[in-house]
Every structure is written in C-alpha cells, then in structure tokens.
C-alpha cells in the first residue's frame, strides 16, 4: 500500500469547480502551509488582449504578503510570466489610463486578494495546473526575501521616502505622456469634425479664432444653433406692417380669425344644445 499513497501523493489536487489546490509555504523552516486555488481563465464574454484565453490564469485567496512581484517569481518556475494583476474581488479587466508611479497611487488595503497570471506560454497553465499539491511553493527564499512584520514596515518607511531626481523623472515621463496623448485627441476630434461638415459638394466650412489659437470647423450641433440664432435675429429686424396696405391686411386676417372662431363657437354650443347636455350654470 506504501506505493500506492506516494503515487496518489505526487498527483495534483482538483476540486469541485475545476480548481487547482496549490500549497504555499512562506519558508523551508515553516511548518504551516496557505492553500490557494488556480484555474484556467476562460470569460468568452472578456475579449481583451490583457487577458488572453488560453494564457491567463485565474488564482483566489492570495495571502497579504504576496505582492505582484513576489507572485510573478513565484510562477516563473512553471514558465516566463508577462504580467500579474491584483484585485480585491473578481471582475472584468478595466483600463484606468496611464500607468502612475508608486509615489501617486494610494496605498492598497491589505488582505486576501485574487489575481490575474498571463504566461508567456500556454504550456505553462498545464503545467500549473498538474503542479503536486503536496510540494509546496517556497515564497521568501534566501535569492527572494520577503518582508513581514516589522522588518517589513521599517522596508515600507524607508521607500514612502521621495528622491527628488526619481520623482523629476516620473513627474516628467507623466507630463510627456499627457502632452502626447492631448495632441492625438485634438488631432482625432478634428478629424471627426472636418468629416461631419463635408456637404455634398465637399466643401468644409472653417471658423477663425483668436490670435494665438489654432481653430477647427464647428460642429454639427453648433452650426445648427447658429443658423436658428441668426434667422431670429433676422426675423427681429423685419419692417412689419411698414406700409399702409399691409396694416390693413394684417386687421382684415385678424377679424377674419375672430369670426371664424365665433362660428365654431355658435356650432359647439347648437350641438350640446340639440344632445341637452347645455348647462351654462
């Protein structure tokens, strides 16, 4: 039977829900192990290239003390890692713009978290995935220490710190970055805005600015509001009933309206009168 148990030992662990258990084990000298749970990463609905099929790989209960670092050379044993991602909860991948550096993202809440493994490989999600449950990944190793406890505040003190040349730089990278993509956006809504204003004929119509400015053609709805505003205006500086003739047009169209709205009146009346529904009290 002795056999038997080391066979059924070096096989990998699989759970209901198609989970992967893997055991982590914080160093050699430890003698507790974390168990946490991988899986293939397959949302069809999720068609993003951060998140590829058949490369993601989709890992619950992080402990704290793994960052994306720390993960991303725990896995490299299985094959070369392209990217880790950390989240609290599970959710589809969202892009919050530009990448900012350490010294403009707050701090993250420290607990259990899930995440995001995209390999290089898609052999190395198989060989995750029939990785023995009974090894343990060693997690702070003497090449790849890791901090706990107070060694690891006094580490996160000392790097809250600023260098000046460091912070220029990033300020600087961020600043180009913002500048770039400003002018790639200015330059794409012109573009939009000379397509929208092409008439049939192909003619554009083009604005001037203020000194100093770059202008761009109006858009559609803007163009709209002008034409009403200036057919107000034009109607406002109309000469009306300016001469004799058109005065007394304008009185015989008015008594004309009156009497016909009599008539109608009369005829209302006469037919509430003949169904005996009158009653003017």
Not at 119 to 147: G, M, N, Y
Not at 200 to 207: A, C, D, N, S
Not at 228 to 234: G, N, P
Request: glycine share 4%; with cysteine; hydrophobic share 30%.
């Amino acid at each position: 039977m002795a056999p038997s148990r080391t066979k059924h030992a070096n096989q990998a662990c699989v759970i209901p829900g198609g989970f992967t258990v893997l055991s982590l084990q914080f160093s050699t000298d430890s003698v507790a192990q974390h168990k946490i749970c991988v899986k293939e990463h397959r949302v069809r609905a999720e068609k993003t290239t951060q998140r590829p099929l058949d490369r993601t790989l989709f890992v619950l209960n992080i402990p704290p003390y793994c960052s994306e670092g720390v993960i991303k050379e725990l896995f490299s044993q299985f094959g070369p890692v392209q990217s880790v991602e950390l989240r609290e909860k599970p959710g589809s991948f969202e892009h919050s713009g530009p990448k900012l550096a350490k010294y403009f993202t707050p701090a993250q809440k420290q607990g259990f978290r899930v995440g995001y493994i995209v390999f290089q490989k898609a052999i190395s999600i198989t060989a995750v995935k029939s990785h023995p449950h009974d090894v343990p990944l060693v997690v702070s190793t003497e090449q790849r220490p890791v901090w706990t406890g107070l060694q690891k505040w006094i580490h996160q003190y000392k790097q809250s710190f600023a260098q000046p040349d460091k912070l220029q730089e990033a300020v600087d990278t961020f600043m180009q970055d913002y500048d770039k993509r400003k002018e790639e956006e200015a330059e794409r809504q012109k573009e939009e805005a000379e397509e929208q204003l092409e008439d049939e004929e192909g003619w554009v119509k083009v604005t001037r600015g203020k000194s100093g400015t770059k202008t761009r053609p109006h858009s559609e709805v803007s163009n709209q509001k002008a034409l009403q505003k200036e057919s107000r205006k034009r109607k406002r500086k109309e000469l009306m009933n300016f001469y004799t003739w058109q005065h007394r047009n304008t009185q015989k169209e008015h008594i004309a309206e009156l009497r016909k709205k009599f008539e109608e009146d009369k005829q209302r009346i006469a037919l509430l009168r003949a169904q005996r529904k009158f009653r003017p009290y």
